[in-house]
């Protein structure tokens, strides 16, 4: 067998098949083509220069591609002895035979995440998945390497790169190959100066990299991850972010481009280019089913030609063959080029896969996953991928049924394009149609992509109501006027009348489209997504009217009714205030919208701000921006102005409009007015502020001035057509700073005129008014293109009538110049007669017109008679049973379209069964029933075996089932027994305590629990029962006590009761912690001391100090009320001498009242100890507790846990969200027990009303900020 690669005979034609494995049919009518390559026995020159070694060589292929990469591989390691090189295989999978798998690396390998390299072969097909891998793969050699040379899987390699690259080192480490020497010339031959220009001076094919420039590495991997398609452009932007050598060598990197520049000539070593050796020669472009082309990119005008370069000719022969020898033929397509059930996946839906991936890693979103993720048991990634893409992108997607696939599917589709010119819009159903048939029949469509619209799809409902479309600030208003107008409302397209607050919102044809937009739609910015034509146009003011003249349609004027909204409370706007670090100033607040700089403004109000307050400090300008992502210019000019003055503050983020006005004093506008016309969006801003109750200043042209007045706002004059004039506004801000309660008064006027002109009332009535002639509109336009305009139904006799009065014309010419004179002769010959059938038609017809005219009248007095509400009744069932009809028949046609679906699909697989069928042979046939009789035997054999494991299984099963059945039966009988047990030992030393405890004198019932042996009062109603059953009382503040306490720290128990927390954490603390029990209830006092030497050791007893004193905020005389549950209720004295109990059980006592932090610190030393935990079991007086208790709370930052009933608050006349609010104004943040994130006071106090729990456990954290 000759070898492929012998050029012994270098001038003979090589046989058509060269020899290797398996060549293609493909070839086999090609012509010889002249091969010369080195032979594999060969001397190759080594490198030169002694410089370090070979370099470590590398590329990047695909399935496709591999064929080329082994070529590079054995032609670079000829080339460099003792070398290494690496093929990175991106598409490998499980098929690959063993060989071929150790000949690569895999994307696992070099660290590439498997669900990652998943989604980026879903949003980077062919070369660009290639492009983005690429810095990892030479990031991954240099850990290893010293050098590192990349080459494409399009080179092939003829010499040694040691001499070009040993220039390279840590101060230059890269090496990069121009494509060109000298400038191309402009001669017309391809590849020219643009084609260069296109492709960028620096061959991608060739890249040269030692250690020093990972960091360019590393930054290029992130940079091609967010932005594939930016790889070419940062590879041509290398050379200016690092230290380089250009590789001048001619004879590196001979491609098309360069190829027609260089004289490349035969030796006895190999080749010669411009007298140096040739290393690499760079086949981009070459086709080796056309190898009479060098490159069949440019084949239309090609700068190279292979007939007149025979070396250059011999070269693309031996590359084509070495192709074949290595397996090009057989070769496979890449699996990520398809879906996995080989439907093709477009290219523009690639692109909107990576716009959703990165976005949504950006964002925290859920990302979709690719559709060659592994399957998981509870995902399946494909399915998830195609139902993904079955969604629409966006609303005219959704308006038109169309999905993300079938969209890409056009844009990548030049011919679908010419077909279906507006998919969205005039061609959507028919476009669809193609999609369901075509496009599913071809196998570009995916089945399950075809979707029938669903019973979901609503209709319109011919009646008279309105639907309301949009979103934002403009709409909301709208739908309170709509609600306040009484008529039936929805938030879709359901009615004939649509009230549509966003123009580019689509609507679907056949309704009254009314546009409701801020200046009649003059922006021509909102202009240019408008979607559909509007029948009217609504303006939200007389001057927004005149701006919409240019539309061409109706405009009215829309009065919005005023939105009523509360101030707010004090505490809420100094907590904001103190964010921003206002403290007493006055506050000027502005809107800045970067869309629309010019018309705002907001420069012409920081030039005003400035002369009329100069150093003064008691002023500050807020400014809310929005829109400075969009328009950074814009936003960067409003920066530098604001930038020196400390007083003007920016506020850049999401909630800048609602923290401005909740520090407003003054709310300011000096929009201009565009000659006194418009500023309909100014004038919402300003409705929404004097809704809270801020005053306003603003220009006296235009919408605001109109809606305000004189009366209800301070008004700036203006120059000309609209220009605000800064002095008088200068001198009204300084008068509005220097007189805020003259400024406060144009506030209450401004709500004054709104609310009595701009009632929601009012504004409903309007509202319904235009939407009822509307709905007439469009009920009369309906009819006239159902029916067509009436007419009499005897017309046509008089028209006939007239007829017989038209004379014969005689005066025509004819064949002859006789004729006219004969006609004339004929006529007055017979005229009698003529005048006989004439008096005859027309008694004919006064006939026919009488009995018309008789028929026509009796019809419509028949009409007259008969019963109009019977026939509006049988309209209305016609009317229900078309609709029920027509219901039917639109699923009859989602099923019809379902149907074709899945014909076509089927139709597609039975072709691709008998495809595959026909390829098989007989041979292949008899194999196969060979194979299937022997896995039958083998099947057969293994049900045998299966069975009897059945058989063992279900043995086992059920011996197991018993044992576990009867172990559970013991287990059950032990715990009863157990828990029996238990029980009797409880009665039995609560028997002995009370036999022989010597506590017959003390009042009370004994029970024993986490604590102890406690004794409780006997008319406890809540904690005795519980405890007698229970073995713990409030499990979850006992656990977060203990997990709160401190060593050394002093635990604080007011409210102690009988001291089942001070016994229990006393039992817990070491001998250098403390325990102060706050209980002014003699009886209760008296069983805490005797709980506590029942269970606590007498050296821990020395830690317990017991106050006989009633907590409250100051030092006071109390009333002691006996409560229900045991111990007393604590109040404040509001009489002398003692009073009865409700039920007679004990009179009320006096108690003493303290503030603890004085008593605790002058007394008892706590101020020398840290104070750790207070647990407070008082929940409506609470809050006067922890009033006494201040000072320490904020030195010592001690937990408290505590309870909190806010009806028993209320009823001490206080509001408990202000109780709440208190306690964060100490720092502390407010935790549910039970929970560890805090809770803002008005959500803690909506979920207590909503529960039918009276009191909870809060746990008052120290906040981070205040610690």
Same mark, same amino acid.
């Given at each position: ?62 399935? @496709? ?59 980077? @097909?062919?070369?660009?998945?290639? #492009? ?118 001619? @004879? ?69 063959? #070495? ?563 027509? /219901? ?10 379902? #149907? ?196 606590? #050791? ?81 929940? /409506? ?87």
């Amino acid at each position: 067998m000759s070898d492929p690669l012998d050029h012994s005979e270098s001038n003979q034609w090589p046989p058509a098949d060269p020899e290797g494995p398996g060549p293609a049919d493909e070839f086999a009518d090609e012509p010889a083509w002249p091969v010369e390559l080195p032979e594999e026995g060969s001397p190759r020159p080594s490198d030169e220069g002694g410089g370090p070694g070979p370099p470590h060589g590398c590329t990047v292929a695909r399935h @496709g591609q591999l064929a080329g990469a082994r070529v590079l591989r054995d032609s670079f390691l000829r080339c460099h002895p003792g070398g290494r090189f690496t093929i990175l295989l991106l598409d490998f999978d499980s098929g690959l035979e063993a060989g071929a798998r150790e000949e690569v690396l895999t994307p696992a390998d070099i660290g590439v995440d498997e669900v990652e390299f998943a989604r980026l072969a879903t949003a980077c @097909g062919g070369e660009l998945l290639n #492009a983005v891998v690429l810095p990892r793969l030479l990031s991954f050699l240099l850990r290893s390497e010293p050098l590192v040379l990349y080459l494409s899987p399009s080179v092939q390699v003829f010499g040694s790169f040691g001499e070009p690259l040993a220039t390279l080192d840590k101060d230059t480490p890269l090496g990069l190959s121009p494509r060109v020497l000298r400038p191309l010339p402009a001669d017309g031959l391809r590849p020219g100066a643009r084609d260069l220009a296109a492709r960028g001076s620096f061959d991608p094919n060739l890249l040269a990299v030692c250690q020093g420039c990972e960091w360019v590495l590393d930054e290029w991997a992130q940079r091609v991850r967010a932005e594939p398609d930016a790889a070419a452009e940062f590879f041509e932007g290398l050379p200016a972010v690092v230290d380089h050598r250009v590789l001048r060598d001619p @004879g590196v990197g001979l491609s098309v481009f360069n190829a027609g520049q260089r004289t490349l000539e035969s030796s006895e070593d190999g080749y010669i280019v411009d007298g140096q050796p040739l290393r690499s020669v760079h086949f981009e472009g070459f086709e080796p089913q056309r190898p009479w082309l060098f490159s069949a990119e440019y084949s239309d005008r090609p700068r190279v030609l292979l007939s007149e370069s025979p070396p250059l000719a011999r070269l693309c022969a031996g590359y084509r063959n #070495a192709l074949v020898s290595q397996g090009m033929a057989t070769e496979k397509s890449s699996p990520f080029d398809e879906l996995p059930d080989g439907t093709a996946l477009p290219g523009p839906l690639r692109a909107a896969y990576r716009s959703q991936w990165l976005s949504a890693e950006a964002s925290g979103e859920p990302v979709v996953p690719g559709p060659f993720e592994p399957e998981a048991p509870e995902r399946d990634p494909f399915a998830e991928f195609l139902d993904w893409a079955a969604t629409p992108g966006d609303e005219q997607q959704r308006a038109a049924g169309c999905s993300r696939w079938c969209f890409a599917l056009w844009q990548d589709d030049p011919l679908l394009r010419r077909d279906y010119p507006r998919p969205l819009t005039d061609d959507a159903a028919a476009f669809a149609e193609w999609c369901a048939g075509v496009g599913v029949a071809s196998g570009r469509v995916p089945s399950r992509l075809v979707r029938s619209p669903g019973p979901n799809r609503s209709e319109m409902t011919d009646q008279l109501g309105v639907a309301v479309v949009g979103s934002g600030r403009l709409a909301e208003l709208v739908r309170l006027a709509v609600r306040s107008s009484g008529i039936p409302n929805s938030d879709d397209a359901q009615y004939p009348v649509v009230l549509r607050c966003d123009p580019s919102v689509p609507v679907p044809a056949g309704h009254h489209l009314i546009d409701v937009r801020p200046d009649g739609g003059a922006d021509p910015a909102e202009q240019a997504t408008v979607s559909g034509e509007p029948t009217e146009l609504w303006a939200l003011s007389q001057a927004g009217r005149h701006a919409a003249r240019h539309v061409g349609v109706q405009a009215r004027v829309l009065a919005l009714p005023f939105p009523e909204h509360d101030r707010p409370d004090p505490a809420t706007r100094r907590h904001a205030r103190e964010r921003l670090g206002i403290e007493g100033e006055f506050v000027f607040v502005a809107f800045a919208d970067h869309t629309e700089e010019h018309r705002a403004n907001v420069l012409g109000l920081v030039t005003a701000f400035g002369a009329a307050f100069g150093g003064r400090e008691d002023v500050r300008l807020v400014v809310a921006v929005s829109g400075a992502a969009e328009h950074p210019e814009a936003a960067e000019r409003l920066r530098l102005a604001t930038t020196t003055d400390p007083r003007i503050l920016l506020l850049e983020r999401e909630d800048s409009e609602e923290t401005a006005q909740l520090v407003a004093d003054c709310a300011v506008s000096l929009h201009r007015a565009e000659g006194g016309v418009g500023g309909d969006r100014y004038a919402l801003r300003m409705l929404d502020a004097a809704a809270r109750g801020i005053p306003v200043i603003t220009v006296e042209q235009g919408s605001v001035g109109e809606l305000f007045g004189r009366e209800g706002a301070v008004l700036v004059g203006c120059h000309g057509a609209g220009e605000p004039d800064l002095e008088a506004a200068a001198a009204a801000l300084t008068e509005a700073a220097d007189d805020p309660g003259a400024l406060e008064r144009f506030g209450v006027a401004a709500r004054e005129r709104l609310a009595q002109h701009h009632a929601p009332n009012k504004a409903g009535e309007q509202l319904r008014e235009r939407v009822e002639a509307a709905y007439r509109n469009w009920r009369a336009k309906w009819a006239r293109d159902q029916h067509g305009p009436d007419e009499d139904p005897l017309r046509p006799l008089l028209v006939a009538r007239h007829a017989l009065h038209r004379p014969p014309e005689v005066g025509m010419g004819g064949r002859n110049a006789v004729t006219p004179a004969l006609r004339k002769a004929v006529l007055k010959a017979l005229g009698h007669y003529d005048e006989h059938i004439r008096d005859i038609i027309r008694s004919l017809l006064d006939g026919v017109e009488k009995t018309s005219s008789e028929l026509l009248r009796r019809q419509q007095e028949r009409a007259d008679d008969l019963d109009v509400n019977a026939v509006r009744a049988e309209l209305t069932q016609l009317a229900q049973r078309q609709e029920q009809l027509g /219901s039917r028949v639109a699923g009859a046609d989602d099923s019809t379209v379902q #149907a074709r679906t899945d014909l076509a699909e089927h139709e597609r697989r039975l072709r691709a069964l008998e495809e595959s069928a026909g390829s098989f042979g007989e041979r292949q046939l008899s194999e196969l029933a060979e194979r299937i009789d022997s896995l039958t035997g083998a099947v057969e054999r293994t049900l045998d075996r299966v069975d009897r494991l059945e058989q063992r299984i279900e043995t086992s099963e059920r011996n197991q089932r018993e044992q576990l059945e009867n172990g559970l039966r013991r287990t059950a009988l032990d715990i009863d027994n157990t828990l029996r047990s238990t029980d009797a030992l409880r009665r039995i030393v609560l028997r002995e305590h009370e036999r022989n405890g010597g506590t017959a004198h003390l009042p009370g019932t004994p029970v024993v629990c986490e604590a102890g042996l406690l004794r409780l009062p006997a008319d406890d109603t809540v904690m005795l029962p519980w405890l007698s059953s229970h073995h713990r009382w409030d499990a979850e503040v006992s656990a977060l006590i203990d997990s709160l306490l401190e060593p050394g720290g002093v635990f604080l128990d007011i409210g102690a009761y009988v001291g089942y927390q001070a016994v229990r954490v006393l039992g817990r603390l070491n001998y250098t912690g403390r325990v102060i029990a706050v209980e002014p209830d003699e009886t209760a006092r008296g069983l805490l001391e005797h709980n506590a030497e029942v269970n606590v #050791a007498e050296r821990l007893r020395e830690r317990l100090t017991v106050l006989d004193r009633a907590a409250w905020s100051t030092d006071c005389e109390l009333l002691g009320l006996p409560a229900g549950t045991g111990g007393v209720e604590v109040t404040s004295a509001e009489g002398e001498g003692h009073q009865s109990a409700p039920d007679g059980r004990a009179s009320v006592v006096r108690l003493r009242g303290v503030r603890l932090d004085e008593e605790l610190s002058t007394e008892h030393g706590v101020g020398e100890r840290n104070l750790s935990v207070v647990h407070v079991d008082v929940g /409506s007086r609470v809050h006067r507790i922890l009033a006494g208790l201040e000072r320490l709370l904020r030195g010592h930052r001690p937990a408290v846990v505590c309870s909190f009933t806010p009806s028993g608050i209320r009823a001490l006349g206080d509001e408990p969200r202000g109780v709440l609010e208190e306690f964060t104004s100490w720092g502390y943040d407010i935790v549910p027990v039970g929970r560890s994130e805090p809770v803002p006071p008005e959500q803690l106090m909506q979920a207590i009303g909503a529960s039918e729990t009276s009191t909870v456990k809060l746990w008052l954290r120290p906040g981070r900020e205040a610690e």
